[in-house]
């Protein structure tokens, strides 16, 4: 198992520092967020100083979190995409990280599940045809607050792309929050299409109540209502022995001592992976 601290569990700290956390907190690898690394470059910094300090920390950055809007459908929204898409498979190639993550949010809501269908496998066909020129692989996440949510859609979307490079993210948070994917379902996966591990906890949308992801996911591992056990059973169960990386999306934990974050963030890995 290689564990990744996660950039959005530390986020109001810089990419530069994060390479320096993971270190002392036992992590080997970084789930960097392309705005702390760009935010980095357009300040001054470079890729190979950035490099140069993954060597010096003994950190690798194992994904890129993430190219978000791959549902954009209006022309222009779409060459804005595939744009970013190139701009962050660059990166990711010069620091020799595998796998970037993709990502629908709020952009295909008024779709038709057919429209929904097809945007989403011609955009994302059209990324992993850039990912393939750079040697770069793309985990899909479902997000549980859009149409696009559950593990079987994406399992779906990836058949009807039939590239060789896009497979999931299993998050915890957002299958179980999504509703309509359960463990047993993440068990009977081939690991080789799961690219990745998400360890959070959190809850579900209350009645009346509106999304935000910073109301429903404020919560460290073991206090929300994700069944924890049961997940890291159905990954294990796959047999995936890759990437873990918990993630720790809570404004009130973002304002703990960043290394606190990091240390709470490996000991509740390691409690329950066990």
């Not at 809501?109 to 269908?117: N, V």
């Not at 995936?240 to 009130?252: A, Q």
Request: aromatic content about 8%; charged content about 20%.
């Amino acid at each position: 198992m290689k564990k990744a601290l996660h950039g959005v569990s530390v986020l109001h700290s810089n990419a530069v520092t994060q390479l320096r956390i993971a270190h002392e907190t036992g992590f080997t690898a970084l789930e960097l967020l392309p705005e702390h690394l760009f935010r980095y470059l357009e300040h001054g910094g470079t890729l190979e100083r950035y490099k140069a300090l993954m060597r010096q920390y003994e950190i690798e950055i194992s994904c890129m979190n993430a190219l978000k809007g791959i549902g954009c459908h209006q022309p222009e929204a779409r060459q804005q995409l595939l744009a970013q898409a190139e701009k962050i498979c660059h990166a990711a190639q010069q620091l020799d990280c595998p796998v970037v993550q993709i990502m629908a949010l709020n952009e295909i809501d008024a779709l038709s599940a057919e429209q929904r269908s097809q945007v989403l496998t011609e955009n994302i066909s059209q990324i992993a045809r850039i990912g393939q020129r750079y040697g770069i692989k793309f985990q899909i996440e479902v997000v549980a607050f859009t149409p696009f949510n559950s593990l079987k859609q994406g399992l779906a979307i990836i058949e009807a792309v039939g590239a060789d490079n896009v497979g999931v993210v299993i998050d915890f948070w957002h299958l179980y929050a999504g509703g309509d994917t359960q463990p047993e379902e993440v068990a009977a996966l081939d690991p080789a299409v799961i690219y990745g591990v998400h360890f959070c906890d959190g809850r579900r949308l209350m009645p009346g109540e509106k999304w935000d992801e910073r109301v429903q996911r404020d919560y460290q591992p073991g206090e929300g209502e994700v069944d924890l056990a049961s997940w890291v059973a159905a990954v294990k169960a796959s047999g995936y022995d890759g990437v873990w990386c918990p993630e720790l999306l809570s404004p009130t934990h973002w304002e703990d001592d960043l290394w606190q974050i990091a240390r709470d963030s490996m000991s509740s890995l390691d409690a329950w992976t066990r």
